[in-house]
């Protein structure tokens, strides 16, 4: 298989959890600076121009949700999800949804407000109010969603490379992460692991 | 069961879902024109303060993504999912995940654009630049996702409740639909089904 990622994307969620389940893949870096996303070669891999993309035998998966349940169900001997249970492994889509459609997305507010916008002033207005968006929705995670010492409790899953991913943008988007003290927790436990480790080292920030 | 749902809100494609599976529950109006979603006895349920919110004997269950999932998984005689099938089921959840984070995130800035702003001037930025987004969304779906004659192929899923849902916001969008007539001619057939009917019907639209 294949991960199309770009260094300090969303895609670091799905190859973290690759890692975990100790699946034979390639990391491919796709240079977000010369627009590499944008370019024909890459729109022929995923033609909405995002990371992260796998290439699989069978065809190619994008959009982490479905990325990191299919990785928790190729590989079910990583116990990476809930498998046989579909309440609890609907839990852990409903968190991994919730960073999808409404984290990530306050997230890009402060990068990317062209793609709902077309000028500066809405562009500066969108960026002013990223830190409150952004503490908002961590608040609600640390106060009502995560469970501990993992986000779904006792077990790791595919829940925790994403929480960790999108809590590593905290400091950039102006919030401090010590307000959220779980989260904070689970991040610096996250770096500790061998999973972690491997994938960063490989996006270059080893 | 009892599932929360806003009529004219995406909670319909979990309600057309668990009509189609025969699943026994209670469809519970949440006025939003009296912005029930914020009070104290609905955030109880989800603390979002967003639809749908499925409640189970388990637990509730947010996020259309989550619950289709389940209502999939937990009705498995109406093969609303390729289940047994972990790369076919991940395209399943990458469509509906697409659905949820990007083409309904495009849709909620016409009117919702406080979320991510605070000035008019970027909010109505944002409502003139609808068109553009939820137009570009569609024209990917009709392109490159939509299999026929159901958005998987042959077989009927999850995916197809959910488009069906979003499809029917594209002319209060500024978009017209027979630009797009896969999609176009799905939501007509949609409309035929047994299930959707009843949600419909349900819902004051009957």
Redesign the interface.
């Known amino acids: 298989m294949k991960l199309f990622y770009g260094p300090g994307t969303c895609a670091l969620a799905s190859h973290i959890a690759l890692q975990e389940a100790g699946a034979e893949f390639t990391a491919i870096r796709v240079d977000f600076s010369r627009n590499e996303q944008r370019q024909p070669d890459y729109l022929q891999v995923n033609?909405?121009g995002r990371v992260p993309a796998l290439v699989?035998d069978?065809?190619v998966?994008?959009?982490?949700?479905?990325?990191l349940?299919?990785v928790a169900?190729?590989y079910p001997a990583a116990n990476l999800a809930p498998l046989g249970d579909?309440?609890a492994?609907?839990?852990?889509?409903?968190f991994n949804?919730?960073l999808?459609?409404?984290v990530?997305?306050?997230h890009a507010?402060g990068r990317r407000g062209y793609?709902?916008?077309?000028?500066q002033?809405?562009f500066d207005?969108?960026k002013?109010?990223l830190p409150e968006?952004m503490g908002a929705c961590f608040d609600?995670v640390e106060?009502?969603m995560f469970k501990g010492p993992w986000v779904m409790g006792e077990a790791y899953t595919i829940c925790d490379p994403y929480l960790f991913t999108i809590a590593e943008w905290l400091e950039g988007d102006g919030v401090d992460p010590a307000r959220f003290p779980k989260v904070h927790d689970h991040r610096t436990r996250m770096y500790e692991r061998a999973a972690v480790k491997r994938a960063l080292a490989t996006e270059g920030r080893g």
Do not use: C
Request: charged share 25%; net charge positive.
């Open positions: 033609p909405k699989t069978r065809g998966l994008t959009e982490n949700v479905a990325i349940a299919f169900q190729r579909p309440f492994f609907a839990q852990v889509q409903a949804s919730y999808a459609s409404t990530h997305v306050a507010h793609r709902w916008a077309d000028d002033s809405s207005d969108m002013r109010k968006t609600l106060r009502a």
